[in-house]
């Protein structure tokens, strides 16, 4: 089991920037691929970025390649995800997840953890 907590949403002006933090606990930290997703009403959980449990491959959703960052610190089982320039249409709940991989593979769907949410919404 591995719990998840995120937290750094809130509400921000278009142009601005947000940062993210995912904090882990339960077992190895190491051993999980992370993503970011985030999810409107109405629409399906989209990945937004993810990253190998080694840290060293990301992937990110061609709306956001530029513009959002996601890090990870393995010693601090932490993840995060720096978001800049962000648009009205970044606005939804953020969720952080993990899944078990090996060190440089990055999952794109059929997370196993889930952390509660975390909602931004950006201001036109």
């Known amino acids: 089991q591995v719990q998840l907590v995120e937290s750094g949403g809130g509400l921000v002006q278009a142009g601005g920037s947000l940062r993210l933090s995912c904090a882990a606990s339960?077992?190895?930290?190491?051993?999980?691929?992370m993503g970011w997703f985030r999810q409107v009403p109405g629409k399906e959980r989209e990945l937004v970025a993810g990253i190998s449990s080694g840290g060293t491959s990301t992937i990110y959703a061609d709306s956001v390649k530029g513009r959002f960052t996601i890090s990870r610190d393995n010693i601090k089982n932490t993840m995060t995800l720096q978001m800049n320039s962000l648009k009205p249409e970044d606005t939804a709940v953020y969720y952080c997840?993990?899944?078990?991989?090996?060190?440089?593979?990055?999952?794109?769907?059929?997370?196993?953890?889930w952390g509660q949410g975390t909602q931004v919404t950006v201001s036109s």
């Open positions: 997840a993990a899944k078990p991989t090996g060190p440089s593979l990055v999952p794109t769907r059929r997370y196993d953890y």
């Open positions: 339960g077992r190895t930290f190491g051993n999980y691929a």
